[in-house]
């Protein structure tokens, strides 16, 4: 069996024995339209059919990059049970995933280990570069909220969100290697939130948290619950790299290129020298944008700060 999916607008295709891959991709994916039009990369996915009960260690599989070649394999042992294991070469776009059909069934499982990374990498070599980072738009122009984990980015871009503006993603940015373009492509789908979030967000309380297969706990909300805008793409007009600090009220300072490109470098972290290349450069092209740190530690005043990067915001 055979299907086309389009993360991020991109094609990617499947093919696997078993339906259970089809349904896990859908969960993540199924609403993403195609806005590219390229060759699709493609992953192979074969399903064996044992039936005796498989137990994953809720840390993420070892993943191993050599060259071009990226490779997953899951522990073997006694209380394992059959190997779960994947191999891609991200320059030419293709990847091989065995599973045991106990763990295909789990679209949670299938979703954070497999699908997901590898897309998301075997996409990057022809299309993008990435970051963690949260992005939102206001006047048809994106502020791309860069930092820390604990810098807070999906939620002040949800705040922001809440302040009408509109929401490109929560935790994942792409930049477009296409020469000439400042576009960005986001995840506005779904937004997850640390449980924590339910202090900063009363309607947050009314879904519950999830434990992920990465072992923490979660709160994971389709944005069309949240009466929120979203957009799949919008062009960035400012990089923002988010300092909160308690008590330290709300200012924006500008920052360097080569301080901004040191900070998504370390994003840069898969594929062989060519497509290592290829990210460097779209992300040096894109820190020639307006680099801007804000240091806050209030959400309502953050987002005001914000605001007055957008020429002609109200």
Known sequence: MLSVFHPMGFPVEIESNSLDIF???????????????????????????AKEEVSVPPEPSDVAFDGDWMTIGCLRGEHHGPNAYAKANLA???????????????????????LEPIAHLL????????????????NGQALVLCGEAEAGKTCLAYACARAGWTFLSGDATHFFHKSGEFAVAGRPFSV?????????????????SELR???????????????????????????????RKAGA???????????????????VFFGGEGVRSAQRATLHRYTTLP???????????????????IPDAI
């Open 291 to 309: 680099c801007v740190r804000l240091i806050y530690s209030g959400l309502q005043e953050a987002e005001v700060a914000l605001r007055a990067l």
């Open 249 to 267: 009220g709300v200012r924006t300072e500008p920052m360097s290129a080569d301080e901004a490109f040191e900070r998504l470098n370390i994003h």
């Open 192 to 208: 997850r939130f640390r449980e924590s979030a339910r202090d900063l967000f009363p309607e947050l309380r009314a879904w519950p």
């Open 92 to 114: 030419e776009g293709w990847a091989e995933i065995t599973l045991p059909a106990t763990r295909a069934a789990q679209a949670d499982y299938v979703n954070y280990h497999f």
């Open 213 to 243: 297969p990465n072992g923490k706990r979660a709160i994971e909300v389709a944005t069309a619950k949240l009466n929120i805008l979203t957009a799949l793409r919008a062009r960035a007009s400012h990089l923002v790299f988010l300092e």
């Open 23 to 49: 349904r896990a991709a859908q969960v993540i994916w199924g609403k993403y339209p195609d806005l590219a039009g390229t060759e699709p990369v493609r992953l192979r996915f074969h399903v064996s059919e």
């Open 123 to 138: 996409l990057a070599a022809p299309h993008y570069a990435f970051a963690h980072a949260s992005s939102i738009a206001l």
